[in-house]
């Protein structure tokens, strides 16, 4: 009887054990099963509405590089195909209007260039010569002909003063141009359509393929896309139209598919870096353009026509999801497609506009390509299967939790808990803060977040707290500005309330605490440790440090005024009292910094300034710079040093355990 009993109360805990996401069970990640897994990404559903191209992009660790293939799935399901197998990145594949071929980019042969293949089988053929590569690209909808972006050559003069060393840069002067091309698929002719001192950014045909609407900028600079307008040229040729212009970006024109309105983004008439995108119209014969999306309280990220122009489909944020929404032409009344506590991402239309195909993900399901009819929608089973492997690991539950901010606000965070938590124990606790500052920390499937190692986290028993404090997306325009003139003031309130909050509820170990983050989320790293001592560690990446000098470095210094509403030489003082470096004296938090050498949006000075002054000031600190990244790591072998360097750092100074290295190095001396 009492054996029976034993096995009986092992099995309940056992059950317990599994039902409160203590089981243990599953292997524990290492850098390398994290940089192996495959991205899937840009699904696009034929117009026949009978496969679906994709492209699915995993590591060369050989190379530290990463490739790209793409593949193709039936809509009703089956066996996926890879369709392209090159040694290099093959990517953006586009349907033919007949189904009958892909477009693809690939630099298989040296520059980037359009190439077809048959989704039948068959060698792929290169259509385009570009002597400086191809960007982007759209099919004319007779499918015989293909329009693409391609950039200014040198010329011949240009060419001559390189060669002779003579070619000394004058900044802002003579920007190399991005403009319109149109390749004959049978000729393999291509010719020029349009030219000028302007920057074409986006662009698509008529219904008739007789004119072609585009999106140009002043100069390729990224503060210029708010000054871009819309255009219109025809096919055959001649001096562009300009058809929008307003204050702030007009970008991302499309014509409906009956030719009588042009759709495009818009942030109707601001030019605030902050501020709220909307879908409007514009009649194509001129007119009045109208706001269509002016009751959605969020940026508005893609958008397309329903085949009879009835409607449009735009994605667009909502707290931590992304959701599919659709607004009806040209009345404006609003309807929300998809639901749930996921992210729904890189929608595409068959051509009788019947069905979706798309990209899905929640805490539990990594990225998959799914496929649905419009109406009803229902998310149904994916149709891929890319990484099988992920489901041998064990993983820390992931939950959205909210708390009040000091004024009252109600702040959301996502809270990944150590794998075998038990409710009631405490655990230590790391911060990962969110860059833009209007990034946004959503439910989607997080191994980790670039350098940051989310799962190796929970499973040595860290609970990871991921904040969406006030400047966040997603939570609606008067959110997002809610940091104005204001970085390191409530927002650094909101996500300490948050930790608080944690240690309040008896999870999280205030005595055992690190934060990290990258960009804006470097800052507020920087920022946190000139507040306080709390934390036992930190871990900035490329973070702004230096407000007043990064305005001078920056490739984007117009994003400072539309933040701070002064340049730093009109109102040093609110620079100053904002930034880390000029209240760094207060710093005592062991700190490691991570920085691409080549970052053009937060340039190296901004974190040496802050490695410079720990290391006067005594403070443990380590300055790790890796060649050839910009802004984020791209190089696979980067990014697990990176990842190794934040696991060791973390469990050095909050856990107390000696490096991986030294740990290595001291079992070499003992055994000789």
């Known amino acids: 009887m009492w054996i029976r009993r034993f096995r009986f109360t092992a099995l309940l805990l056992i059950a317990l054990f599994v039902a409160t996401g203590a089981y243990s069970g599953g292997k524990k990640f290492t850098y390398e099963d994290i940089v192996k897994i495959k991205r899937v990404s840009a699904p696009r559903i034929s117009p026949d509405g009978k496969y679906i191209a994709y492209v699915v992009t995993e590591a060369d660790l050989e190379k530290s590089a990463y490739n790209s293939d793409i593949w193709l799935v039936p809509t009703r399901g089956g066996e996926p195909l890879k369709l392209t197998n090159s040694p290099k990145a093959d990517r953006f594949p586009r349907w033919s209007p007949r189904s009958d071929k892909i477009a693809f980019l690939s630099g298989r042969s040296g520059k980037t260039q359009i190439w077809l293949i048959s989704p039948f089988g068959g060698e792929a053929v290169k259509l385009t010569d570009s002597e400086t590569g191809v960007s982007s690209f759209v099919w004319a909808p007779d499918g015989k002909s293909i329009a693409y972006l391609a950039r200014d050559p040198e010329t011949k003069e240009e060419k001559e003063k390189k060669k002779k060393k003579e070619d000394a840069i004058v900044v802002d002067e003579k920007f190399k141009m991005n403009h319109i091309w149109i390749i004959d698929l049978e000729t393999k002719k291509a010719r020029r359509l349009t030219e000028g001192n302007f920057n074409v950014n986006s662009f698509s045909f008529s219904p008739d393929g007789k004119k072609i609407v585009f999106s140009a900028a002043p100069t390729p600079k990224v503060p210029d896309y708010f000054n871009s307008d819309i255009y219109i040229v025809p096919v055959s040729g001649g001096k562009p139209e300009k058809i929008v212009s307003t204050k702030g970006p007009d970008a991302n024109p499309r014509f409906s598919p009956d030719g009588k309105y042009i759709a ?295 994003f400072m005024r539309s933040y701070f509403k002064a340049y730093p030489w009109e109102d040093p003082s609110v620079y100053m009292a904002h930034s880390a470096m000029y209240h760094i004296k207060n710093a005592k938090t062991p700190t490691l910094i991570q920085q691409g050498k080549e970052d053009a949006r937060v340039p190296a000075p901004q974190t040496r300034e802050l490695y410079i002054a720990l290391k006067k000031l005594g403070v443990p600190v380590c300055y790790v710079l890796y060649p050839r990244q910009g802004h984020g790591i791209r190089e696979p072998k980067f990014i697990m040093d990176a990842m190794r360097r934040n696991f060791e750092w973390f469990n050095r100074f909050v856990l107390g355990e000696e490096p991986e290295k030294a740990k290595k190095e001291e079992k070499v001396k003992k055994e000789n």
Not at 283 to 301: M, Q
Not at 343 to 362: N, P
Not at 422 to 444: C, D, E, M, N, S
Not at 474 to 494: Q, T, V
């Open 264 to 558: 495009y983004i818009s942030q109707g008439g601001s030019d605030e870096w902050w501020a709220n995108s909307y879908v409007f119209i514009i009649p194509a014969t001129g007119g009045k353009p109208k706001n269509l999306t002016k009751k959605f309280d969020e940026e508005v990220r893609d958008f397309f026509f329903s085949p009879d122009s009835r409607y449009i489909y735009f994605s667009g944020g909502k707290g931590p999801t992304y959701q599919l929404f659709r607004v009806e032409v040209p009345k404006g009344k609003l309807k929300q497609i998809t639901g749930g506590a996921g992210v729904f991402s890189s929608f595409t239309l068959s051509g009788d506009g019947k069905m979706l195909a798309y990209i899905y993900q929640d805490p539990k399901n990594p990225p998959e390509v799914y496929c649905s009819s419009v109406v009803p929608f229902s998310k149904g089973r994916p149709l891929t299967d890319t990484n099988p492997q992920l489901k041998e690991f064990a993983y820390g539950e992931t939950e959205l939790i909210s708390w009040k901010a000091a004024d009252g606000w109600k702040i959301e965070g996502v809270l990944v808990k150590p794998v075998g938590y038990q409710k009631g124990k405490r655990y230590p606790l790391l911060v990962i803060v969110h860059g833009g500052p209007a990034g946004v920390f959503t439910l989607r499937f997080a191994v980790n977040r670039g350098a940051y190692p989310i799962q190796m986290f929970a499973q040595k028993g860290y609970l990871v707290l991921m904040p969406n404090p006030r400047g966040s997306g997603n939570y609606g325009e008067k959110f997002r500005k809610a940091n104005l003139r204001d970085w390191g003031g409530k927002d650094y309130k909101d996500i300490m309330a948050g930790v608080d909050y944690l240690i309040k509820k008896g999870m999280a170990d205030p005595k055992r605490m690190g934060i990290m983050g990258w960009s804006y989320g470097g800052f507020m790293t920087s920022w946190v440790i000139t507040q306080t001592n709390r934390f036992k560690a930190a871990s900035v990446g490329a973070g702004v440090t230096n407000l007043y000098s990064f305005v001078g470095i920056t490739d984007i210094p117009e």
